[in-house]
């Protein structure tokens, strides 16, 4: 019987992923190499709008922007509860009227299209309620989701009561890249896949913040690949020893409570390979070892991040070119070995191929690639590693602790 987590959602879905990711990103990815297209003749079919919070989070990585590109959308109201961010935020969306509350903001434009845009995590609940609440048919988050599992659990019951599409900012999962690594895997050139490994940025955010603000991407990644996780065990350390309760701190960016400035976690995973996450402070290398391997029988994938991230394949049974002298072939969007036919536009191509997406699964009536069940997982994986740490024992999905374990009783 297939495992499930705690709305019921059914936990095998790493094949499912697969085929929805074969199934749209090849449209998408032709529909950017082509040129975003900007405003046009035709009416708008959908009204969007846009929440931010300068000094908060203020519009995360391009989220207020990217309608601007999708064609058929127009931006039609802001809202900023700092009067000279929202101003900004005015001109910067072409005159779309500016509010200070988001919810007035909600409740007068009546959009369908809504992007939550901060950084920081201690809002998006709130955010995404209301806009579900309020008639959105789809809303485009800025990543980490939130701060516990038991606001995704909130977040989640709203859409699926309201029935709204959210796709989370998880970029590398639109990337047209992911289809040759698929098609890789299919193939079977990395024969079983046995471990995941996936690492931070390690900068001085190394650790806890690193887990939630960047590990939250290659989690989802190991997800994607692996198969939902069955159970964590970690070690959260400080100054070399194991975090205890005098090294709980408020962490950045509305994280919460937050501690650690090494974190090593282990996961089981559903397609019975191990993943691990690692990052430790101040540990960082040029370029950076941000990103994940998927290390087979065969031999070894190493994915970065981002719309066109670097990603490398190697042909060697022992992961050892060192031993067999063999090499690192590149991986493009147009297959392995061969020249990148397409532009790298960074996060915010990435956007534009989540936002065609996001419309698509509303007109299709199917999940975006990167929905809000995946995010939720992310969250889970993030929030098992500290609920490890203060049980000191493994901790099996779905949690059975919703909550921040470093917070108070």
């Not at 990711?21 to 003749?41: E, H, K, N, S, V």
């Not at 190493?302 to 990603?311: K, M, R, S």
């Not at 297959?335 to 534009?352: Q, R, T």
């Given at each position: ?55 908060r989070g203020n519009y995360g990585h391009g989220l207020d922007r990217v309608w601007l590109e999708v064609p058929g959308v127009q931006v039609v109201a802001v809202a900023d509860a700092d009067a000279n961010g929202l101003a900004a935020a005015v001109r910067r969306l072409g005159g ?18 809504v992007s939550v845009a901060p950084r920081w995590l201690d809002q998006h609940r709130d955010m995404v309620v209301a806009a579900a609440e309020r008639g959105a048919r789809g809303i485009y988050l800025e990543k980490p989701m939130c701060r516990t599992p038991a606001e995704a659990d909130?977040?989640?019951a709203a859409c699926k009561k309201n029935n709204v599409k959210l796709a989370i900012a998880h970029q590398t999962r639109y990337s047209p890249k992911m289809k040759v690594i698929d098609d890789l895997v299919a193939a079977g050139r990395l024969g079983r896949i046995i471990e995941i ?213």
């Amino acid at each position: 019987m297939a495992d499930r987590n705690a709305s019921g959602t059914d936990m095998c879905s790493g094949a499912m992923d697969r085929r929805r990711f074969l199934a749209a990103t090849a449209g998408a990815a032709t529909a950017w190499a082509a040129g975003p297209a900007i405003g046009g003749a035709a009416p708008a079919k959908y009204r969007a709008a846009v929440i931010g919070h300068t000094g908060r989070g203020n519009y995360g990585h391009g989220l207020d922007r990217v309608w601007l590109e999708v064609p058929g959308v127009q931006v039609v109201a802001v809202a900023d509860a700092d009067a000279n961010g929202l101003a900004a935020a005015v001109r910067r969306l072409g005159g779309a009227k500016g509010y200070a509350d988001y919810r007035k903001m909600l409740d007068e434009t009546k959009v369908d299209l809504v992007s939550v845009a901060p950084r920081w995590l201690d809002q998006h609940r709130d955010m995404v309620v209301a806009a579900a609440e309020r008639g959105a048919r789809g809303i485009y988050l800025e990543k980490p989701m939130c701060r516990t599992p038991a606001e995704a659990d909130e977040m989640v019951a709203a859409c699926k009561k309201n029935n709204v599409k959210l796709a989370i900012a998880h970029q590398t999962r639109y990337s047209p890249k992911m289809k040759v690594i698929d098609d890789l895997v299919a193939a079977g050139r990395l024969g079983r896949i046995i471990e995941i490994r996936a690492r931070g940025k390690e900068d001085r955010r190394g650790g806890g913040e690193d887990l939630w603000v960047l590990g939250t991407h290659v989690l989802d990644l190991m997800h994607r690949f692996g198969g939902r996780p069955r159970s964590c065990l970690a070690w959260v350390m400080e100054g070399g020893q194991l975090a205890g309760t005098n090294s709980i701190r408020e962490g950045n960016e509305g994280i919460g409570p937050l501690q650690g400035d090494e974190i090593h976690a282990s996961y089981r995973l559903a397609g019975g390979a191990m993943g691990y996450f690692d990052s430790t402070r101040n540990a960082a290398g040029k370029p950076s070892r941000f990103g994940l391997s998927i290390h087979g029988t065969k031999g070894v994938v190493e994915i970065h991040t981002g719309y066109l991230p670097a990603v490398h394949f190697l042909p060697d049974s022992s992961w050892s070119p060192g031993r067999t002298g063999r090499k690192w072939l590149p991986v493009s969007s147009a297959g392995l070995d061969k020249p990148e036919p397409l532009k790298d536009g960074g996060l915010h191509a990435g956007n534009v191929l989540a936002a065609k997406d996001l419309i698509a699964a509303i007109e299709k009536g199917r999940s975006p690639l990167a929905d809000i069940e995946t995010a939720r997982t992310a969250t889970e994986m993030i929030a098992a590693v500290f609920w490890s740490r203060r049980l000191g024992r493994r901790i099996d999905f779905p949690l059975k602790h919703r909550t921040n374990a470093l917070a108070r009783p």
